[in-house]
């Protein structure tokens, strides 16, 4: 029980850690391009994980000597990069709260449609309930209004943050078929840094913009470690110690912080339609998560009778 509940704060600790990108990114100079941002962001988190692997394997980059499939890597670097871009731009048209709310809310569809088309899984009517519910909340998000977006740049903003949901999604899955021959945090590593890489040429282009102040370099610095290389690490190590559906649960905590934030800090408010549509979006994910512990704890049943 004790090495569940340590577990279960981590899994938070990472969302409350995840939740902040958001707000600090909104502190960035608009002269910065968003491919630097997430160069920077992936190549400084890239970096923190490095020097957490080191300690956790006592000195060693990787626990074992691994070989990711290339394709893998480079598709999944591609994504991840794209995924940076375009919630950086959902964040900067349509606001913290919506941008990241919608970017959350999306993956579980993505991956129930992948699971569908591609793999043949028949999905449970649950899925269907809970993907309706999401659907309408991020289209009365996309569609409302607040006190500081209006207009084309809430639903481009919006369109960005599916945009980064869906190659989320894709990163995930490519994730999850490398955690066959690494750790979660081995294989993150890799592909952050190979993304990084590949957009680092931009972020050296665009060098003067971010280089010039010295709280430009800092909120990077937050961007890479408090908002990716710390939660990954926590995320990481926390999920082994809880059920996996209990770990999507928990990690409710970032779409949460990002909205109170957004709403506390940076003073973004929804309009009445855009309220209903985030308690919808909140709703469905918690029917996600409450359906997924349901099932894994009636299979769990079944195994042991």
């Known amino acids: 029980m004790h090495n569940s509940i340590i577990g279960a704060v981590q899994v938070l600790l990472a969302g409350v850690a995840w939740g902040t990108y958001g707000t600090?990114?909104?502190?960035?100079?608009?002269?910065?391009?968003?491919?630097?941002?997430?160069?920077?962001?992936?190549?400084?988190?890239?970096?923190?994980?490095?020097?957490?692997?080191?300690?956790?394997?006592?000195?060693?980059?990787?626990?074992?000597?691994?070989?990711?499939?290339?394709r893998h890597i480079v598709s999944a670097a591609f994504a991840l990069g794209v995924a940076q871009v375009a919630l950086y731009m959902g964040i900067r048209r349509a606001g913290v709260t919506i941008a990241t709310?919608?970017?959350?809310?999306?993956?579980?569809?993505?991956?129930g449609l992948y699971a569908q088309l591609i793999k043949r899984e028949r999905q449970k009517r649950s899925w269907f309930f809970a993907s309706a519910i999401i659907i309408i909340g991020c289209t009365l998000m996309a569609l409302s209004g607040d006190t500081i977006v209006s207009g084309n740049n809430l639903l481009i903003g919006s369109i960005f943050g599916l945009i980064a949901g869906a190659?989320?999604?894709f990163v995930g899955t490519l994730l999850r078929d490398m955690g066959k021959?690494?750790?979660?945090?081995?294989?993150?590593?890799?592909?952050?840094?190979?993304?990084?890489?590949?957009?680092?040429?931009?972020?050296?282009?665009?060098?003067?913009?971010?280089?010039?102040?010295?709280?430009?370099?800092l909120m990077i610095l937050a961007l890479g470690i408090l908002s990716s290389a710390i939660p990954y690490w926590l995320f990481t190590t926390g999920a082994r110690r809880i059920p996996a559906s209990h770990a999507f649960l928990y990690g409710l905590s970032e779409p949460i912080t990002a909205s109170l934030l957004g709403m506390i800090i940076l003073h973004e408010r929804l309009d009445f339609w855009g309220t209903i549509?985030?308690?919808?979006?909140?709703?469905?994910?918690?029917?996600?998560?409450?359906?997924?512990?349901?099932?894994?704890?009636?299979a769990a049943s079944y195994i042991v009778e």
């Open 181 to 217: 021959i690494a750790s979660p945090l081995e294989s993150s590593v890799v592909v952050m840094g190979v993304s990084s890489l590949i957009m680092l040429p931009i972020a050296w282009i665009d060098r003067a913009a971010w280089t010039s102040e010295l709280n430009v370099m």
């Open 24 to 70: 600090i990114a909104s502190y960035l100079p608009e002269t910065i391009s968003p491919l630097t941002v997430g160069a920077l962001r992936l190549g400084v988190g890239a970096i923190g994980i490095v020097l957490i692997l080191f300690v956790r394997n006592h000195g060693h980059l990787l626990s074992k000597k691994i070989h990711f499939p290339k």
């Open 167 to 169: 190659c989320w999604t």
């Open 277 to 298: 549509g985030y308690i919808a979006v909140v709703a469905g994910l918690i029917l996600f998560s409450v359906w997924e512990m349901h099932s894994a704890h009636t």
């Open 101 to 111: 709310m919608i970017f959350i809310g999306t993956p579980p569809l993505f991956s």
